[in-house]
Nanobody, 120 residues
Framework: QVQLVESGGDSVLPGGSLRLSCAASGVSSGYCMAWFRQAPGKVREILGAVEDDGATWYIDAVKGRFTISRGNAKNTLYLQMTSLQPEDTAIYYC???????????????WGQGTQVTVFS
């Protein structure tokens, strides 16, 4: 049984930093994990993912600013965000997918989301 619970969302000023956490159960091995966000009036987008072997990737919009990592026990996923700007305002979600060989499957397991607001 896969369960994901995000926490750490807050309101910050531009240029600030924030770390989100995702407490995960049932995903200790054999899963890819990812962070998504959905801004008001916009489609949900993936930000990046960590594969079961620890490899990570990011979309260009957050590359160099956001870092995805896992706790040693692989039961916690983190999103470290720096240089936050108003356009980063969104609900942030963690998600999990089965590791399918060299690829990640569909992200079908989701947390409830946590709000990040970056004020002008």
């Amino acid at each position: 049984q896969v369960q994901l619970v995000e926490s750490g969302g807050d309101s910050v000023l531009p240029g600030g930093s924030l770390r989100l956490s995702c407490a995960a159960s049932g995903v200790s091995s054999g899963y890819c994990m990812a962070w998504f966000r959905q801004a008001p009036g916009k489609v949900r987008e993936i930000l990046g993912a960590v594969e079961d072997d620890g490899a990570t990737w990011y979309i260009d919009a957050v590359k160099g600013r956001f870092t995805i990592s896992r706790g040693n026990a692989k039961n916690t996923l983190y999103l470290q965000m720096t240089s936050l700007q108003p356009e980063d305002t969104a609900i942030y979600y963690c998600a999990a997918a089965r590791q399918l060989g060299y690829l990640c499957g569909e992200y079908i397991y989701w947390g409830q989301g946590t709000q990040v607001t970056v004020f002008s």
